[in-house]
C-alpha cells in the first residue's frame, strides 16, 4: 500500500489550536486501526491518539481533554483535532494505518508550538 499522506502542521502559539489530517489509500476493509504518533528531537516516538474501524480510541496521557481523533465518512481519512497547544506538544506527527497484513507510515508533518 501507498504511505500515508499527512497535512496539516505548522507553527502555532501557544493555547492555540490545529488540525491533522491521513489519507490512506487502499481497501478500508483491511484498515485495523489509524493512529497519530509523534517525535520531538532527541526523543523516541510515541504514540498520541488512535481510532479502530469500530471507532474505539486511546489517547496519551498527557493529550487527554485536549486532542480529539476522529476518522472522515470515507473511512480512509483520519484527522487529529489540537487545541490548547503547549510548547511540549512540538515534534513531527506520524500517521500510522495498521492494515490486516502489517503497517504503514507517513513521512510526517511539523508541528511547532512556540511563541
Known amino acids: 500500500q501507498a504511505q500515508p499522506v499527512e497535512s496539516g502542521g505548522g507553527l502555532v502559539q501557544p493555547g492555540g489550536s490545529l488540525r491533522l489530517s491521513c489519507a490512506a489509500s487502499?481497501?478500508?476493509?483491511?484498515?485495523?486501526?489509524m493512529g497519530w504518533y509523534r517525535q520531538a528531537p532527541g526523543k523516541q516516538r510515541e504514540l498520541v491518539a488512535s481510532?479502530?474501524?469500530?471507532?474505539?480510541?486511546t489517547y496519551a496521557d498527557s493529550v487527554k481533554g485536549r486532542f480529539t481523533i476522529s476518522r472522515g465518512n470515507a473511512k480512509n481519512t483520519a484527522y487529529l483535532q489540537m487545541n490548547s497547544l503547549k510548547p511540549e506538544d512540538t515534534g513531527r506527527y506520524y500517521c500510522?494505518?495498521?492494515?490486516?497484513?502489517?503497517?504503514?507510515w507517513g513521512q510526517g508533518t511539523q508541528v511547532t508550538v512556540s511563541s
Open positions: 487502499g481497501s478500508i476493509f483491511s484498515i485495523n486501526v
Open positions: 500510522a494505518v495498521d492494515w490486516s497484513y502489517g503497517r504503514t
Open positions: 481510532i479502530t474501524s469500530a471507532g474505539s480510541t
